[in-house]
């Protein structure tokens, strides 16, 4: 019967792991960061490595917060990874500063006339509540 239940459970986790990955890059293709900071630094040549860079980049984190792998990388290597990630945190807060307008339009496309403040509202409680379940339960 256990057995079952951790199925189950792996199932589950393996599912909504691919809602999250999916509609990270859904927001990634959305706020169109990689088609951007391609043409501002004129490498539009190489967008398809990217894009794959991106890919991969989802693949290995999804593996390595699922399953916790200890190494002992030196600070070289530590300072590198925090310079990229870094980076591409502040570019992906440029990209969400140039298409704020995003609900405007999502509203027009879904004939959203009221409730759009409740939507902004649950889109807050919602981040806010995923954030208390992080921190003060999933210890």
């Known amino acids: 019967m256990w057995i079952l239940k951790y199925m189950f459970l ?3 986790s393996t599912a909504f792991g691919f809602i999250v ?3 990270y890059l859904a927001l990634i293709s959305l706020i169109g960061i990689v088609p951007r900071l391609a043409s501002i630094s004129k490498t539009s040549k190489y967008i398809i490595r990217y894009e794959n860079a991106i890919i991969y980049g989802v693949v290995i984190g999804s593996i390595t917060f699922s399953y916790p792998v200890s ?3 030196g600070p ?3 300072a590198a990874a925090g ?3 870094g980076i591409f945190i502040g570019c992906l807060a440029g990209a969400l ?3 704020v307008n995003v609900i405007p339009i999502f509203s027009r496309r879904v004939k ?3 409730g759009i403040p409740y939507v902004i509202y649950a889109l807050g ?3 806010g509540v995923g954030v208390l379940i992080q921190y003060y339960i999933m210890k």
């Open 21 to 23: 990955a999916g509609g």
């Open 83 to 85: 310079l990229f990630s």
């Open 112 to 114: 959203l006339r009221k």
């Open 97 to 99: 500063a140039e298409v």
């Open 76 to 78: 070289l290597l530590s």
């Open 10 to 12: 792996g199932f589950i």
């Open 71 to 73: 190494l002992e990388a």
């Open 125 to 127: 409680i919602g981040k």
